[in-house]
């Protein structure tokens, strides 16, 4: 099970898995407005940085990290 607590930290009080989504057999890709906003909560909150910012197309950039037990999310942030 994630940590509910971290995740609410980065996105919000009312934070929450879907009941359908397996936690742990997949990476949740999260839309954000600007990832580096995001970045800085995840890392002050003891996640970390896997896979730098990368550009995709239409200028959209991806980023992924890992949360306190070790599972592995992205960020993903469309441009306009």
């Given at each position: 099970m994630r940590d509910m607590i971290f995740y609410r930290k980065i996105f919000g009080e009312h934070?929450?898995?879907?009941?359908?989504e397996s936690k742990e057999d997949f990476v949740k890709i999260f839309d954000v407005?600007?990832?580096q906003q995001f970045e800085s909560k995840i890392l002050q909150n003891g996640g970390?940085?896997?896979?730098?910012?990368v550009v995709l197309k239409d200028n959209q950039k991806i980023a992924y990290y890992c949360d306190p037990d070790g599972?592995?999310?992205?960020?993903?942030?469309?441009?306009?």
């Open positions: 934070f929450t898995f879907s009941a359908k407005p600007h990832i970390d940085l896997t896979v730098a910012e599972f592995i999310f992205a960020l993903l942030e469309h441009d306009g």
